[in-house]
């Protein structure tokens, strides 16, 4: 059985927490800890769905399956990593700081581009996406974007999953969204505009 404590939380959101894997630290634990089965069973099944499909995960985590914990049933991911080890900082971060940071509003915007690319080369179907929802991964070689939360389809048919045309529908009207949250929540950040107006 793992053992999770104060010292492995990584992250807590309004449903589940996220722990260093005390075993192997290249990956994360998520429990539930107030009502959130119905998601974690959503989110598995399509990873599930996903692994059958034999993605390529340049914008997910890989799931590899459920372990035991001291605070019951864990779901095991990656946990993304900057190159220098730091685990990769939210968009939500970022955007907060770009003051301090303004050489990296060029590559978000990138990353960002490259990641709506992605979801929809590979038909990748989220619930919402928001900017505490992905997270940044240094890397010398560049940036990019992954998405550690809210994955999934939750329609009682679920054809956007299987049917390339509904999917892309999908995805362009999840990103509007997205583009209009973030414009919502950080007008006042000039840099911030310029990244939502190009992607």
């Known amino acids: 059985m793992l053992e999770l404590s104060a010292a492995t939380l990584v992250g807590k959101g309004l449903h589940r927490e996220v722990h260093v894997h005390p075993d192997d630290d290249s990956k994360c634990v998520k429990v539930v800890v107030l009502r959130g089965e119905e998601e974690t069973r959503r989110e598995q099944a399509y990873y599930r769905f996903l692994q059958r499909r034999n993605i390529d995960w340049i914008s997910l985590p890989q799931f590899y399956g459920n372990e035991e914990t001291n605070m019951g ?3 095991v991911f990656d946990l993304i990593r900057d190159d220098d080890g730091q685990v990769s900082k939210t968009l939500a971060f970022y955007l907060d700081n770009l003051s301090s940071t303004p050489e990296l509003v060029e590559s978000i915007g990138q990353a960002l581009i490259k990641l709506k690319w992605d979801l929809l080369e ?3 179907i ?3 996406l928001k900017p505490k929802n992905m997270v940044l991964q240094l890397r010398n070689d560049g940036v990019r974007f992954l998405i550690i939360d809210n994955i999934g389809n939750s329609d009682i048919v679920p054809i956007s999953s299987y049917v390339r045309f509904f999917g892309r529908k ?3 009207r999840k990103w509007g969204k997205f ?3 973030l414009s919502k929540k950080f007008t006042n950040q000039s840099n911030t505009k310029k990244i939502i107006s190009n992607i």
Do not use: W
Request: no cysteine; glycine share 14%.
């Open 73 to 75: 049933p864990g779901a």
């Open 122 to 124: 590979q038909n990748i």
């Open 126 to 128: 989220t619930m919402t």
């Open 170 to 172: 999908k995805i362009e």
């Open 179 to 181: 583009k209009g949250l």
